[in-house]
């Protein structure tokens, strides 16, 4: 592929990304009233980070029971309210511990 090609797709990816996110805001002017289309808005957040986040938790790790293992750990802390930084640090230690033993025995 040469440079003109490449930026020929470039501008042609970039112009349609645009056009997704910005048509919404053009076409939609009025405020949404509807509880139904509030709700699946208000959730569409959460559920394309967790489609992205937990699929990629399995293959983060060199095993899947210590994936599992920091990913119980994550939930665990995570709803006794920890914060953000005290989840990670205790999931990434338990895959740590976890790794050591797998490899130790």
Do not use: D, H, Q, W
């Not at 959730?43 to 060199?62: E, Q, W």
């Not at 990913?71 to 665990?76: D, E, G, H, K, R």
């Amino acid at each position: 592929m040469n440079t003109t090609e490449f930026f020929k797709y470039l501008f042609l990816m970039a112009g349609v990304t645009y056009l997704i996110r910005a048509l919404p805001f053009a076409m939609i002017t009025k405020k949404i009233k509807n509880p139904y289309i509030k709700s699946f808005l208000y959730y569409i957040p959460f559920a394309v980070l967790s489609a992205m986040t937990i699929p990629a938790v399995f293959y983060a790790t060199g095993n899947v029971y210590s994936a599992m293992a920091g990913l119980l750990v994550a939930i665990l802390f995570s709803y006794r309210e920890k914060s953000l930084t005290t989840v990670a640090l205790l999931s990434c230690t338990t895959v740590f511990i976890i790794e050591l033993l797998f490899k130790i025995f």
